[in-house]
């Protein structure tokens, strides 16, 4: 069983930087799919960004590239989203997920049953 808890979250005005962080219970990062998730009021969760953390291969939603990067601490068992020039739009319940086999990352990453594991969430409110 792991456990994982994301951090990180507030409220901030457009233009501005939060950085989510994601804690495992125990080592997983050998060669998992850890993966960040958003879900905001009324719409369907959707994948943000996911990182391979065998090779360190990361992945992001079209809309989020170059604006969000996702990275890993495996000293601190950690995965990081940095989110910067955030929009109102961003505005979410963002979550952690991972797959401890890592088949998520081989394409799949935005397919949320593909992650056995999962975080309660932080909230992120950007203000215009």
């Known amino acids: 069983q792991v456990q994982l808890v994301e951090s990180g979250g507030g409220s901030v005005q457009a233009g501005g930087s939060l950085r989510l962080a994601c804690a495992a219970s125990?080592?997983?990062?050998?060669?998992?799919?850890m993966g960040w998730f958003r879900q905001a009021p009324g719409k369907e969760r959707e994948g943000v960004a996911a990182?391979?953390?065998?090779?360190?291969?990361?992945h992001y939603t079209d809309s989020m590239q170059g604006r969000f990067t996702i990275s890993q601490d495996n000293a601190a068992n950690t995965v990081y989203l940095q989110m910067n020039s955030l929009k109102p739009e961003d505005t979410a319940m963002y979550y952690c997920?991972?797959?401890?086999?890592?088949?998520?990352?081989?394409?799949?990453?935005?397919?949320?049953?593909?992650?056995?594991?999962w975080g309660h969430g932080t909230q992120v409110t950007v203000s215009s």
């Open positions: 125990r080592y997983v990062y050998s060669s998992n799919c």
């Open positions: 997920a991972a797959d401890l086999q890592g088949r998520a990352c081989g394409g799949y990453w935005r397919r949320d049953e593909y992650y056995k594991y």
């Open positions: 990182i391979f953390t065998g090779s360190g291969r990361t």
